[in-house]
Protein backbone atom coordinates (compact mmCIF):
# COMPACT_ATOMS: atom_id res chain seq x y z
CA UNK A 1 0.00 0.00 0.00
CA UNK A 2 1.26 3.37 -1.12
CA UNK A 3 0.42 6.95 -0.81
CA UNK A 4 0.89 9.27 -3.49
CA UNK A 5 1.56 13.15 -3.24
CA UNK A 6 1.34 15.19 -6.55
CA UNK A 7 0.98 19.30 -6.63
CA UNK A 8 4.01 20.64 -5.74
CA UNK A 9 6.12 22.98 -7.38
CA UNK A 10 7.87 26.22 -7.86
CA UNK A 11 5.37 29.12 -6.99
CA UNK A 12 6.30 32.77 -6.09
CA UNK A 13 5.80 34.65 -2.85
CA UNK A 14 2.11 34.95 -1.82
CA UNK A 15 1.20 32.13 -4.54
CA UNK A 16 -1.39 29.02 -3.67
CA UNK A 17 -0.41 25.18 -4.62
CA UNK A 18 -2.62 21.87 -3.50
CA UNK A 19 -1.20 19.18 -2.73
CA UNK A 20 -2.97 15.56 -3.20
CA UNK A 21 -2.50 12.51 -1.45
CA UNK A 22 -4.07 9.67 -2.91
CA UNK A 23 -4.28 5.88 -1.89
CA UNK A 24 -4.96 3.84 -4.57
CA UNK A 25 -5.71 0.52 -2.83
CA UNK A 26 -6.24 1.91 0.57
CA UNK A 27 -9.56 3.40 1.96
CA UNK A 28 -9.26 6.75 4.15
CA UNK A 29 -12.09 6.96 4.94
CA UNK A 30 -12.17 7.09 9.30
CA UNK A 31 -8.11 7.57 9.01
CA UNK A 32 -6.11 10.80 10.20
CA UNK A 33 -4.49 12.08 7.30
CA UNK A 34 -1.18 14.15 8.12
CA UNK A 35 0.96 16.65 6.34
CA UNK A 36 4.80 17.35 6.99
CA UNK A 37 7.11 19.22 5.48
CA UNK A 38 10.98 18.89 5.56
CA UNK A 39 13.34 22.13 4.80
CA UNK A 40 16.99 21.38 4.07
CA UNK A 41 19.03 21.62 7.32
CA UNK A 42 15.53 21.19 9.41
CA UNK A 43 13.71 19.09 11.00
CA UNK A 44 10.49 17.56 9.87
CA UNK A 45 7.66 19.25 11.13
CA UNK A 46 4.14 18.49 11.03
CA UNK A 47 2.19 21.41 9.76
CA UNK A 48 -1.52 19.80 9.59
CA UNK A 49 -3.76 16.67 9.65
CA UNK A 50 -7.45 15.31 9.29
CA UNK A 51 -9.02 13.27 11.41
CA UNK A 52 -11.91 12.00 9.08
CA UNK A 53 -14.16 10.02 12.00
CA UNK A 54 -14.49 13.04 13.75
CA UNK A 55 -13.91 15.80 10.90
CA UNK A 56 -11.29 17.27 13.49
CA UNK A 57 -8.20 18.98 11.73
CA UNK A 58 -4.57 20.32 12.84
CA UNK A 59 -2.25 23.00 11.74
CA UNK A 60 0.40 23.69 13.15
CA UNK A 61 1.48 28.11 13.97
CA UNK A 62 3.32 28.39 11.08
CA UNK A 63 0.48 28.10 8.97
CA UNK A 64 -2.96 28.62 10.66
CA UNK A 65 -4.81 30.93 8.96
CA UNK A 66 -3.04 29.77 5.19
CA UNK A 67 -2.97 26.53 4.96
CA UNK A 68 -6.22 24.09 5.25
CA UNK A 69 -6.62 20.60 4.84
CA UNK A 70 -9.48 18.58 2.77
CA UNK A 71 -10.91 15.35 1.70
CA UNK A 72 -12.89 13.66 -1.04
CA UNK A 73 -14.29 10.75 -0.35
CA UNK A 74 -15.23 9.82 -3.87
CA UNK A 75 -12.03 10.36 -4.59
CA UNK A 76 -10.26 8.72 -2.03
CA UNK A 77 -7.79 11.83 -1.31
CA UNK A 78 -6.69 14.32 0.96
CA UNK A 79 -5.92 17.64 -0.06
CA UNK A 80 -3.37 20.28 1.49
CA UNK A 81 -4.40 23.69 0.14
CA UNK A 82 -1.79 26.38 0.59
CA UNK A 83 -1.93 30.09 0.32
CA UNK A 84 -0.01 32.83 0.78
CA UNK A 85 3.24 30.99 0.35
CA UNK A 86 6.33 32.04 1.53
CA UNK A 87 9.71 31.01 1.10
CA UNK A 88 10.10 30.01 4.16
CA UNK A 89 7.18 26.96 3.45
CA UNK A 90 10.05 25.76 0.71
CA UNK A 91 10.46 22.14 1.39
CA UNK A 92 9.34 18.39 0.87
CA UNK A 93 5.55 17.67 1.80
CA UNK A 94 4.85 14.23 2.90
CA UNK A 95 1.22 12.82 3.93
CA UNK A 96 0.99 9.78 6.22
CA UNK A 97 -1.69 8.10 7.45
CA UNK A 98 -3.04 5.90 10.34
CA UNK A 99 -5.91 5.77 12.53
CA UNK A 100 -5.66 9.50 13.99
CA UNK A 101 -4.25 12.56 14.09
CA UNK A 102 -1.41 12.09 17.15
CA UNK A 103 -0.56 15.40 18.45
CA UNK A 104 1.08 15.08 21.63
CA UNK A 105 2.57 18.18 23.49
CA UNK A 106 0.28 20.60 20.98
CA UNK A 107 3.06 19.60 18.12
CA UNK A 108 1.74 16.62 15.32
CA UNK A 109 3.82 13.94 15.76
CA UNK A 110 5.44 11.11 12.99
CA UNK A 111 3.56 8.37 14.53
CA UNK A 112 2.13 7.49 11.24
CA UNK A 113 1.71 3.78 10.02
CA UNK A 114 2.49 4.65 5.72
CA UNK A 115 4.09 7.58 4.25
CA UNK A 116 4.25 9.14 0.71
CA UNK A 117 6.75 9.68 -1.12
CA UNK A 118 7.53 13.57 -1.07
CA UNK A 119 6.67 16.37 -3.04
CA UNK A 120 8.76 19.32 -3.58
CA UNK A 121 7.53 22.75 -2.82
CA UNK A 122 9.65 25.83 -3.44
CA UNK A 123 8.44 28.99 -3.03
CA UNK A 124 10.79 31.88 -4.50
CA UNK A 125 10.86 35.18 -3.01
Known amino acids: VQLVESGGGLVRSGGSLRLSCAAP????????VGWFREAPGKAREGVAC????????YYSDSVKGRFAVSSDNAKNTVYLQMNSLQPEDTGVYYC???????????????????WGQGTQVTVSS
Open 96 to 114: AVDWSCPVVGGALRELFGR
Open 25 to 32: GFSLDDKG
Open 50 to 57: LSSSDEDT
